[in-house]
């Protein structure tokens, strides 16, 4: 009898389903957000820091691998927090260098009155010496003269020192009070996220003064959004206060870490830029010009595009801080007049 052996059933496990990969939109956006984290952490680093170029390493490949767009909204807001922290942390250093530079000045004023006074001690001395070895009348009187006209000259020098350590006083009261003022207000405007005019201001009587002391070269530009009635008119003020923000984080991007971005009003913006002359003052320009030609925000399903003019002046030796203004002022007229989204120089 022969008995038939079932075969074994063979069971099969069901195959796992594999995991939908995520929409590329959605890999796209977090890949931005990722880079404007990584730009942002970098900005304040210093360049040659380990960590700093192991996130350069990782934002090319995050690169490599997904198309990187323009930064979005919130892409701009993460790198503008960054960029905030950043420029208070400048802004605190370089008070600090506007009280030293006033300290020097009144250091270079005591030495240079005392590099004068230097011989009064030893005059007097021997006034003192020669009086009390006198011998007649007319010597005495004399050496009385002489020892009146000594006292006549330290008494000068010590109103001439008075007066200027009184004159570097009550500077230093004006600065005291700027400074109150500048951590009383907000340095920040609180829009774009840029330096505003009261951090213009003290840091424009900072540089006019150190050009004096050093003689070292630096350029103001004035930026000024074409046709930014346009955008108020044509989309609302909350558009408007969309370009101005966009423009700020271009030019923030755009511009040297030595270099400083400032609402000055409106729609008008300053940069300074330091250490530079005319040509390379020119070409720094000519880059954020196109920088901000390139970007474009989104509102809906629009694409909207911006422009801005640039007037730049060079500072000269008579130049205050009013005249400078004036000079890129004039030429940033000339850059509307001549059809705007360019750069003209003041030379």
Same mark, same amino acid.
């Given at each position: 009898?022969?008995?038939?052996?079932?075969?074994?059933?063979?069971?099969?496990?069901?195959?796992?389903?594999?995991?939908?990969?995520?929409? +590329?939109?959605?890999?796209?956006?977090?890949?931005?957000?990722?880079?404007?984290?990584?730009?942002?952490?970098?900005?304040?680093?210093?360049?040659?820091?380990?960590?700093?170029?192991? *996130?350069?390493?990782?934002?090319?490949?995050?690169?490599?691998?997904? +198309?990187?767009?323009?930064?979005?909204?919130?892409?701009?807001?993460?790198?503008?927090?960054?960029?905030?922290?950043?420029?208070?942390?400048?802004?605190?250093?370089?008070?600090?260098?506007? !009280?030293?530079?006033?300290?020097?000045?009144?250091?270079?004023?005591?030495?240079?009155?005392?590099?004068?006074?230097?011989?009064?001690?030893?005059?007097?001395?021997?006034?003192?010496?020669?009086?009390?070895?006198?011998?007649?009348?007319?010597?005495?009187? +004399? *050496?009385?003269?002489?020892?009146?006209?000594?006292?006549?000259?330290?008494?000068?020098?010590?109103?001439?020192?008075?007066?200027?350590?009184?004159?570097?006083?009550?500077?230093?009261?004006?600065?005291?009070?700027?400074?109150?003022?500048?951590?009383?207000?907000?340095?920040?405007?609180?829009?774009?996220?840029?330096?505003?005019?009261?951090?213009?201001?003290?840091?424009?009587?900072?540089?006019?003064?150190?050009?004096?002391?050093?003689?070292?070269?630096?350029?103001?530009?004035?930026?000024?959004?074409?046709?930014?009635?346009?955008?108020?008119?044509?989309?609302?003020?909350?558009?408007?206060?969309?370009?101005?923000?966009?423009?700020?984080?271009?030019?923030?991007?755009?511009?040297?870490?030595?270099?400083?971005?400032?609402?000055?009003?409106?729609?008008?913006?300053?940069?300074?830029?330091?250490?530079?002359?005319?040509?390379?003052?020119?070409? *720094?320009?000519?880059?954020?010009?196109?920088?901000?030609?390139?970007?474009?925000?989104?509102?809906?399903?629009?694409?909207?595009?911006?422009?801005?003019?640039?007037?730049?002046?060079?500072?000269?030796?008579?130049?205050?801080? *009013?005249?400078?203004?004036?000079?890129?002022?004039?030429?940033?007229?000339?850059?509307?007049?001549?059809?705007?989204?360019?750069? !003209?120089?003041?030379?």
């Amino acid at each position: 009898m022969v008995i038939k052996r079932k075969s074994a059933e063979k069971s099969i496990a069901p195959k796992a389903d594999k995991p939908a990969a995520p929409p +590329r939109e959605f890999s796209e956006r977090i890949a931005n957000l990722l880079v404007s984290c990584i730009r942002g952490l970098k900005k304040s680093l210093p360049v040659d820091d380990e960590l700093a170029k192991k *996130l350069k390493d990782l934002e090319a490949v995050v690169k490599k691998g997904v +198309r990187v767009s323009p930064a979005t909204e919130l892409g701009k807001d993460i790198e503008e927090f960054f960029d905030r922290q950043i420029i208070k942390q400048q802004f605190i250093e370089e008070e600090k260098d506007i !009280v030293k530079t006033m300290v020097l000045e009144v250091v270079d004023t005591i030495k240079s009155v005392m590099s004068t006074s230097s011989g009064f001690e030893t005059n007097i001395a021997e006034c003192v010496e020669n009086i009390e070895s006198a011998d007649n009348i007319q010597d005495i009187v +004399r *050496l009385k003269d002489s020892f009146v006209g000594e006292m006549q000259r330290v008494r000068q020098h010590s109103r001439t020192l008075q007066d200027e350590l009184e004159e570097h006083r009550k500077n230093s009261i004006i600065l005291a009070k700027k400074l109150e003022q500048s951590e009383a207000q907000a340095l920040v405007d609180p829009l774009t996220n840029v330096l505003n005019r009261g951090a213009y201001n003290l840091k424009m009587g900072q540089m006019i003064n150190e050009f004096k002391r050093y003689k070292e070269e630096w350029a103001l530009l004035i930026l000024d959004i074409d046709h930014f009635k346009i955008f108020n008119d044509d989309y609302g003020h909350q558009i408007g206060d969309k370009v101005l923000k966009s423009v700020a984080g271009t030019v923030r991007n755009a511009i040297r870490i030595s270099d400083q971005i400032f609402r000055y009003g409106g729609e008008e913006f300053v940069v300074l830029l330091s250490r530079v002359d005319a040509k390379i003052a020119s070409q *720094l320009a000519e880059k954020i010009c196109r920088e901000v030609e390139r970007d474009y925000f989104i509102d809906d399903d629009k694409k909207l595009k911006v422009t801005i003019s640039i007037g730049a002046a060079i500072v000269g030796k008579d130049d205050t801080e *009013l005249s400078l203004f004036e000079r890129a002022d004039k030429a940033m007229y000339r850059a509307k007049n001549n059809g705007r989204n360019q750069v !003209v120089m003041d030379l």
